[in-house]
């Protein structure tokens, strides 16, 4: 299984960037997915999921209206389109495999499955 991130970078307050995850080594539809973010200092924390077959996305409180998960089933790829993004917004962001077909929000650690190394996004003015 591998995950690789990318698309992260320098933006300003309410500036935008697009994260990309694209994936192989597993049934890529068949998976929930997640991202997930970790601030300098902070641990780790879930930013948003979306079912195996797209039809659905959850987004943490203070992502909620600003980032939009999707997928692309074909190609194996995860996405994240990230708007109005504010200085904590800061951090490096990784995607996630689940462990099944199905993600609530905020889930516990036992449903994330592997992870990818990480992309640095980095929000200042």
């Known amino acids: 299984v591998q995950l690789v991130e990318s698309g992260g970078g320098v933006a300003q307050p309410g500036g935008s960037l697009r994260l990309s995850c694209t994936t192989s080594?597993?049934?890529?539809?068949?998976?929930?997915m997640s991202w997930a973010r970790q601030a300098p200092g902070k641990g780790r924390e879930w930013v948003s999921g979306?079912?195996?077959?797209?039809?659905?996305?959850s987004y943490a409180d203070d992502v909620e209206g600003r980032f939009t998960t999707s997928r692309d089933n074909v190609n194996n790829t995860l996405y994240l389109d990230m708007h109005d993004l504010r200085p904590e917004d800061t951090a490096l962001y990784f995607c996630?495999?689940?462990?099944?077909?199905?993600?609530?929000?905020?889930?516990?650690?036992?449903?994330?499955?592997?992870w990818g190394q990480g992309t640095q996004v980095i929000v200042t003015s």
């Open positions: 996630a495999r689940m462990t099944s077909g199905y993600i609530e929000r905020y889930p516990g650690p036992e449903e994330f499955a592997f």
């Open positions: 080594g597993f049934r890529f539809s068949r998976y929930a």
């Open positions: 979306i079912l195996s077959d797209g039809a659905g996305a």
